[in-house]
């Protein structure tokens, strides 16, 4: 990540930070300003209907009901949402996943060893 940092501070002009967690609060917005940066026209309408496509619950109805002959992209079991590709998409859900102990490890060693503001938040 800190390779990847050093690249958007070296060539701004040819980055775009964007958060999960902005992606999640605004799709919309978000995925035209994504695809106006790549130059690409915006159809709101078409974004609009591929976002209510790709909604965590429709993703996770497809998995379970096996809706692809790609191996990747199936479930391990499709009666344990953990094994799906797309679990949840919670803003924050890892701190359900890990133990106080290992979030705080974590963290220490995000601020230990990440060179920058990712703009990680909750």
């Known amino acids: 990540m800190n390779v990847w940092m050093d690249y958007v501070r070296k ?3 040819t980055t775009m930070r ?3 967690e902005a992606m999640r609060l ?3 917005p978000v995925m035209t300003n994504i695809l106006r940066f790549v130059g690409l026209s915006v159809d709101e309408n078409i974004l609009a209907e591929t976002i209510e496509d790709c909604r ?3 993703i996770q ?3 379970k009901a096996k809706q692809t002959d790609n191996p990747w992209l199936m479930p391990a079991d499709a009666s344990d949402v953990r094994t799906f590709k797309a679990r949840g998409g919670r803003v924050g859900e890892y701190r359900d996943l890990f133990s106080d102990e290992q979030i705080e490890r974590i963290e220490t060693m995000l601020r ?3 060179d920058g503001d990712f703009g990680y938040s909750e």
């Open 61 to 63: 109805a497809r998995e």
């Open 26 to 28: 605004n799709p919309q």
């Open 18 to 20: 964007v958060s999960y």
């Open 112 to 114: 230990d060893h990440l």
């Open 11 to 13: 060539h701004p002009e």
């Open 56 to 58: 965590f619950e429709r």
